[in-house]
């Protein structure tokens, strides 16, 4: 149920694609300006589609499955998300408004009053009445070696360390990271590395596992894991004696005018949507391409689908798009000529922006790489500066699948032997 | 027409370009400045966008750029779970 209209959905798929098979792609609207916002990344990590849920504020929808009887609603919005009273904000802050200065005089009767307006503008969704259940308890188990990731960086490393009988931990539903669109059946290292993990890994396999802190105590290194189960969510501590980190990257958007409208996608966003789920969010797609080895692929493979498709190269820049609640075009520059362009999904197409989150946390030092982000430094086999602690894949600069697969083999090498 | 730089606390590029002509120079700074960074995703999808900026805006070598401290837990957690108590 999705604020009161019935909607069907394939079982567990996430609850996001279902309110896109349906059309609806303001899933909220944003904090300040009350701008409408959808599903950019599709992977839990940019927050724009955080929804009530079971009447929980603020839970992912990309991310939370679709169960029968289960009631979404959007949050942030009067009186709903389509038509949001608050956007005259956006309209009256054309340019943005200065929170340094606007009413910020002390004691003013306009400071009273921009705050008690800011308060109610303001937030993230409310708290539900509900009492909650009891707590579930938080587990504890000791693993040998841990591997947080299962894009070819993670499955390789695993593979490579199957001696050791890794733990495996991934956050969605199913392993694979980049690899789950199926884009790179036609690389024979990338093809059979999922049913292989499978086959030789099995219940090590952790699905729905998000590792969200990583740090040592006085008894050692501890991993802290959001695990969902069939009961609901629990926390898990893992105390490993070695880890490997293959956490990947997030989805980085292009800047140009009006970037948040829905209809924007990361480009591993929109292969998600249409290849792992089959639905399209539009039917005008345009893909840019910003360096991601993802942008090309999924153009082509969309192009031998029959669909309507365009691949922007580099030297297009885009000024910005139309549309007022959701992309319905856009304005682009190309050797100094302006033009329009029909269409109702763009696609950024960029390098990933390395999750460096759990190695900073472990110790690890960072360097910054103009055009990608932060990486873990790091020497050629993915040793940290931390003795427990590897990295691989994009966390290491790896800047394709292909690379990433061969860091997380030599990052494994030769734990089996120091066990 | 506005252009976000961080969506999650709808900070928006020229007013991190201002903050960065303002001497803003580094990440830190930057965030208590404009609150980018701030928000629910805390980061993931700008910091290194900013980051960027800053590089090119004012020349600064990169090795002296360093992000905001990511602290536990990196993804929303129930507050339930966390109340909960150890199995031992």
């Known amino acids: ?419 | 027409m506005k252009t976000l730089v961080c969506r999650c606390e709808d900070v928006l590029a020229p007013e991190i370009e201002a903050a960065i002509d303002a001497g803003h120079t580094d990440i830190e700074s930057l965030k208590r400045y404009t609150a980018f960074g701030t928000g629910v995703c805390q980061g993931k999808s700008c910091v290194s966008v900013v980051a960027g900026m800053i590089h090119q805006r004012c020349g600064l070598a990169p090795e002296l750029l360093q992000p905001i401290t990511p602290r536990p837990p990196i993804q929303p957690v129930p507050l339930l779970l966390l109340a909960a108590e150890d199995e031992a």
């Open chain 1, 1 to 419: 149920m999705h604020e009161g209209e019935a909607l069907t959905a394939k079982k567990g798929e996430p609850l996001m694609v279902t309110l896109l098979a349906h059309g609806i792609d303001t899933a909220s609207r944003s904090i300040k300006y009350h701008r409408p916002r959808g599903a950019f990344c599709m992977n839990g990590s940019c927050g724009q589609c955080w929804m009530r849920i079971d009447d929980l504020p603020n839970r992912p929808a990309c991310l939370t499955p679709a169960v029968e009887g289960r009631s979404i609603g959007r949050q942030n919005a009067f009186p709903s998300a389509d038509v949001d009273l608050f956007r005259a904000a956006d309209l009256v802050f054309g340019g943005g408004f200065d929170h340094h200065r606007l009413a910020t005089t002390p004691l003013s009767p306009l400071n009273a009053i921009m705050q008690g307006t800011a308060r109610q503008l303001a937030g993230l969704g409310e708290l539900s009445e509900q009492t909650p259940g009891p707590a579930p308890r938080v587990v504890e188990q000791e693993e040998r070696l841990v591997i947080v990731g299962s894009g070819p960086a993670g499955l390789a490393a695993a593979l490579e360390a199957r001696a050791l009988s890794p733990l495996v931990l991934e956050a969605r539903e199913s392993i694979g990271g980049q690899l789950r669109s199926g884009l790179f059946s036609d690389v024979p290292e990338l093809a059979g590395l999922k049913d292989q993990a499978l086959r030789t890994l099995g219940d090590r396999l952790w699905c729905r596992a998000a590792a969200v802190g990583l740090y040592r105590d006085e008894r050692g290194p501890q991993l802290l894991v959001k695990k969902r189960e069939e009961s609901g969510e629990r926390l898990v501590v893992i105390r490993p004696q070695q880890v490997i980190l293959a956490t990947g990257g997030y989805e980085q958007s292009l800047l140009f005018g009006d970037n948040d409208l829905p209809g924007h996608y990361g480009v591993r966003a929109l292969a998600e949507l249409m290849l792992v789920h089959g639905v399209a969010p539009g039917s005008r797609l345009v893909i840019h391409d910003g360096g991601a080895e993802l942008g090309p692929r999924l153009y082509q493979t969309l192009k031998q689908r029959g669909l309507d498709c365009q691949l922007l190269d580099r030297s297009t820049k885009i000024l910005r798009a139309e549309g007022r609640s959701r992309v319905k075009g856009l304005e682009l520059e190309q050797g100094g000529q302006v033009r329009k362009l029909d269409c109702d999904v763009i696609a950024s197409s960029l390098p990933t922006a390395p999750a460096y989150e759990l190695a900073q946390q472990a110790g690890a030092s960072l360097a910054f790489k103009p055009g990608r982000g932060f990486v873990v430094v790091a020497d050629s086999k993915g040793h940290t500066e931390v003795p427990w602690l590897r990295v691989a894949g994009e966390l290491a600069g790896a800047d394709s699948a292909l690379a990433a697969a061969a860091s997380g083999k030599s990052a494994a090498l030769g734990l089996g032997e120091t066990a």
